[in-house]
Structure formats: C-alpha cells, structure tokens
C-alpha cells in the first residue's frame, strides 16, 4: 500500500472458497491480491451464512458473504487469471529449488 493515504474498501477486502464445513464451522481459504493465502475458520451462525465446500466467498472486517453464482465479468475473469499465473510461478519456482535441493 506504498503511496496511499488511506486504506479503501478493496485494501481490506479477502476473497475466499470453503473448504471444509463441520457442523456449523467451516474453514475458508482467503485471499488478497498480493498477499499469500490462509486459512481461516469461521461459525456459519456467527457469519450469517450457510456454505458448502466450494462456496466462494468475500470476506471483510465486517462481513462473510457468500457470492451467488453468476456469469462473471471480463475483469473478474482477468483478475483471477492474473492471481493464478503468479501462484503457478510461485509453485514452480518453490518447486525448482526442492527439486535443486534434493
């Protein structure tokens, strides 16, 4: 965030997919743009929401909601294509020095 004054909506804003429910927990991996993922459980009943393994969801101080599905947009589909390609760099270079290191 070099550069800003402030923080926005979209600074605090993670995206996530469930992952695994157990009774009315559930644990998420979530992310944002720039920043490793992490896991993070949640109470369906503290959220609000009620998920399954595959929901998608966005996740802010504030709320856990759950994103319908829908047709995506140009740009949501750029996005996500845009953090794929640097996790698969990240993997491969991980992947490159285990393979160096053994």
């Not at 995206?15 to 743009?33: P, S």
């Amino acid at each position: 965030m070099a550069g800003k004054d402030h923080m926005t909506a979209d600074d605090l804003r993670w995206d996530g997919c469930v992952i695994a429910v157990d009774g009315d927990m559930f644990t998420a991996e979530v992310q944002r743009d720039g920043h490793p993922a992490l896991l993070a459980d949640f109470s369906m009943a503290e959220c609000g929401v009620m998920v399954v393994p595959g929901d998608v969801l966005i996740v802010t101080p504030s709320s856990v909601v759950k994103r319908e599905p829908r047709v995506w947009t140009r740009r949501e589909l750029a996005q996500v294509m845009r953090r794929a390609r640097k996790r698969s760099k990240v993997l491969r270079r991980a992947l490159d020095v285990d393979n160096h290191a053994g």
